[in-house]
């Protein structure tokens, strides 16, 4: 839990727009985390106005639709078009409102150390690392290029990816139930959080 308290707020944390191709992929995580931590330690934002600002954030630096494919994996190339996108749509959904939580509970002042950046192609990893008293905690950044810039798909937080537990949870509920069931558990949570 504690590992995952950490990458979702993090990850939660993408900016308010997209940056410029042309920014490095560790001035963008910089841009992220500084952004998130300013929203959070803004004593004049009421707790909706940070819930609506992480909400949005947390929609335009995502590729949802990259993430709910790959936390399929084959299974998404059984499904029909209406299939997946009412899979993106409630995960999506899911996805913005846990982050949005989480951020809001948890992620206030941090000290933030920057580490390696590796460019590999038209993806880019970024590794840094939550520096506190008793602790420090690797958290790498994944993301690609988009028309509009760097895009976020993933999070490593001490060596653990958020998309791969997707995967294998996922994975393991259509394997002993069906896709249909795990899509309908997803959207009977999503009614309960509207």
Known sequence: LWIWIISLALIAGSGWTRPALAQTPTAYVRGILDQVMGLQNDPAQSAQARSQAIHKIIERNFDFGLMAKDSLGPAYERLSGGQRQEFTQTFSYLFQDSYARLVLNFLKKENIQYGRELPEGEKARVDTAIVRTNENIPVT??????????????????????????????????????????????????????
């Open 141 to 194: 950044y994944l993301m690609h290029t988009a028309p509009q810039g760097w895009i976020l798909y993933d999070v490593m937080v001490d060596g653990v990816s958020i998309l791969q537990n997707y995967k294998t949870q996922f994975a393991q509920v259509i394997h002993t139930k069906s896709f249909e069931f795990l899509l309908n558990k997803m959207q009977e949570q999503r009614r309960a959080i509207q």
